[in-house]
């Protein structure tokens, strides 16, 4: 059985419901944020000419997290928010070898 990469697997989910915004900052989230690495919601929110709240906004109704990994967009000052807990996004960033955001 084949590994799908993450962006292979954005062609394959509906994202029925988001809006065009929400799609555009999934898309370029899992395309540009590799396993093991971290973006603010600045830095990402300057990519797409936008705002760091809004960027908050899509990652909090990210309907894939598996798939689109908003467990690694952190704020400038520590790890920010992440529904449903915390705990889940410092695990997840262990898991995939981040340092200095997860102690």
Known sequence: MREIKNEEALKHLSFE???PFEKKVYETLT????R????????LAKMLK?????VGGAMKRNPYPIVVPCHR??????LGWYTPKIDYKKFLLMLE????WTS
Request: proline share 3%; no cysteine.
């Open 17 to 19: 419901g988001t809006t």
């Open 50 to 54: 936008s705002s760091p709240r809004a």
């Open 31 to 34: 395309k540009k944020v590799k």
């Open 97 to 100: 070898g981040v340092k200095g």
């Open 73 to 78: 967009v952190v704020a400038s000052s520590g």
């Open 36 to 43: 093991g690495r971290v973006i603010t919601y600045g830095e």
